[in-house]
């Protein structure tokens, strides 16, 4: 079983920036792919950003975050990131972390394990 903790969300002035943290405990050797995705209600939930856990490929992103998302990873702490900088209204979700086997799965939302999420609220 793995365990994904989110932290970092809050309310932002649209222009402004927030870094996401997601902590990864517990193990799954099936799990290769992480990433970041967000969900408004109503809707489903979106892929942000993610990449192969261990590296080697390339970081993915969401096309309305391209430029302004940056994801990172830091494997000997089983963290991942997402700086969010020049935020907007439209980027106002919940947060969540996921983890799952491949990058095609993360990229579809197909997701093995889900952190709790982490509200990001942007004013105007």
């Known amino acids: 079983q793995v365990q994904l903790t989110e932290s970092g969300g809050g309310a932002v002035q649209a222009g402004g920036s927030l870094r996401l943290s997601c902590v990864s405990s517990g193990k799954d050797l099936s799990l290769h792919a992480m990433g970041w995705f967000r969900q408004i209600p109503g809707k489903e939930r979106e892929f942000v950003a993610g990449?192969?856990?261990?590296?080697?490929?390339?970081?993915y992103y969401g096309d309305s975050v391209k430029g302004r998302f940056t994801f990172s990873r830091d494997t000997s702490k089983n963290i991942i990131f997402l700086q969010m900088n020049d935020l907007k209204s439209d980027d106002a979700a919940v947060y969540f972390c996921g983890a799952t086997d491949t990058i095609a799965d993360l990229r579809e939302a197909r997701v093995d394990y889900w952190g709790q999420g982490t509200q990001v609220t942007v004013s105007s």
């Open positions: 990449a192969a856990w261990h590296g080697g490929g390339g970081i």
